[in-house]
C-alpha cells in the first residue's frame, strides 16, 4: 500500500467519495450536495464540499475535470470529480481501522437499519 | 370623409393594442420556452396546469380591462413601450441576489467562484419552487457565507497568509 492509501480520511472526506462512488460519471457539485445532505439530514455547505475534495485532489485520491457552461447555471462549467484507486484504498484503510477497533461491529443500533 | 365615432374610434384603439400585445406575446414566446422547460421538471402536471390557466385568466382580465379604458394616444404610446422594453423574463425567471455574488466574487478565486456560484444558480429555481423567493434568498446568502470559510482557509494553505491578502487587495481595487 502507498503513502496516499495510509493517509486517513476526515469524516466529510469518507462521506464525500461514498457520494462519488454512487453518483459514478455524474458527480458535480449539485449531486454531491444534494447526496450528502439527503443521508445526512443537516445543511452542509457546497463550499465545505469543494474544500474537502480539493485537498483529496492533491493527495491523488480524486481527479477533476472542467465539463461545459450551461445556461441554467448563468453560463459557468461543471467541475466533474472522479474516484482515482488510491481513494479506494484509504476508504478500505478507513473501513479496515473501523474493524481492527470494533471486529464484531457492535455499534448502538441507528435508526431504520436491520440488526 | 366620414367622421369616426367614439365607438368606433375605441374599437380601432382596442384592436391595435391587442394587437401590439400579441406581436409582443409572440416574440417572448421562444425566449419563454427555457423558462417553462425548467418550470415542467419543477412543478408536476396539476401544479403546472392550475399556473397556467391562473396566467390565462390574469392576460383575459387584463384585456376585459382594457377595454373598458378609452386611451389618449400618449398613454397608449406610454403602455406599449413599457410592454416593449419591460424584463418579463427577469420577473419569471428570478435571479439569485447580486451582492451574494459580489461577496464570493470579493474572497473567492476564479475557479471555486465559478463553480460554486453555477451550483447554486442551478439549485435556486428549486428552492424557490419549494420555499418562495425570500427563502430562496436567504439560502442563497446562507450557502455564500458558510461557503467562504472554507474556500477561503484552503486557498490560505495553498499560497500563504500574505500572498491571499495581497490576492484580495488586487481583486477588491479592480
Known amino acids: 500500500m502507498n503513502k496516499k492509501g495510509k493517509q486517513l480520511l476526515s469524516e466529510l472526506e469518507e462521506i464525500v467519495l461514498l457520494a462519488l462512488i454512487k453518483l459514478g460519471s455524474e458527480s458535480y457539485g449539485v449531486p454531491i450536495h444534494q447526496t450528502i445532505e439527503d443521508a445526512s439530514g443537516r445543511f452542509i455547505s457546497i463550499g465545505s464540499i469543494y474544500a474537502a475534495l480539493d485537498r483529496m485532489e492533491r493527495s491523488g485520491f480524486v481527479t477533476s475535470r472542467m465539463g461545459e457552461a450551461t445556461s441554467e447555471r448563468g453560463g459557468r462549467a461543471k467541475k466533474f470529480f472522479k474516484v482515482e484507486g488510491a481513494g479506494m484504498l484509504a476508504l478500505k484503510e478507513a473501513e479496515r481501522i473501523r474493524r481492527a477497533i470494533l471486529p464484531k461491529r457492535r455499534l448502538l443500533p441507528v435508526e431504520g437499519s436491520v440488526e | ?174
Open chain 2, 1 to 174: 370623409m366620414k367622421k369616426k365615432s367614439r365607438r368606433q374610434k375605441l374599437n380601432q384603439q382596442t384592436l391595435e393594442f391587442n394587437y401590439h400585445v400579441s406581436r409582443f406575446s409572440g416574440e417572448r414566446s421562444g425566449e419563454q420556452a427555457h423558462y417553462w422547460q425548467r418550470r415542467e421538471l419543477l412543478f408536476n402536471e396539476q401544479e403546472l396546469l392550475a399556473e397556467r390557466l391562473r396566467l390565462t385568466i390574469e392576460v383575459r382580465k387584463f384585456n376585459d380591462e382594457m377595454r373598458k379604458w378609452e386611451f389618449s394616444k400618449p398613454t397608449m404610446q406610454a403602455l406599449m413601450d413599457y410592454y416593449r422594453t419591460h424584463d418579463f423574463e427577469k420577473d419569471l425567471c428570478p435571479q439569485p441576489p447580486r451582492s451574494a455574488e459580489y461577496i464570493a466574487y470579493l474572497f473567492l478565486s476564479r475557479t471555486d467562484r465559478e463553480t460554486l456560484l453555477g451550483d447554486l444558480a442551478e439549485e435556486y429555481p428549486v428552492v424557490v419552487a419549494r420555499f418562495g423567493l425570500r427563502g430562496a434568498k436567504i439560502y442563497f446568502y446562507k450557502q455564500v457565507l458558510t461557503s467562504i470559510w472554507p474556500l477561503v482557509r484552503k486557498a490560505v494553505i495553498k499560497w500563504g497568509a500574505f500572498g491571499w491578502v495581497v490576492e484580495l487587495i488586487r481583486r477588491i481595487s479592480s
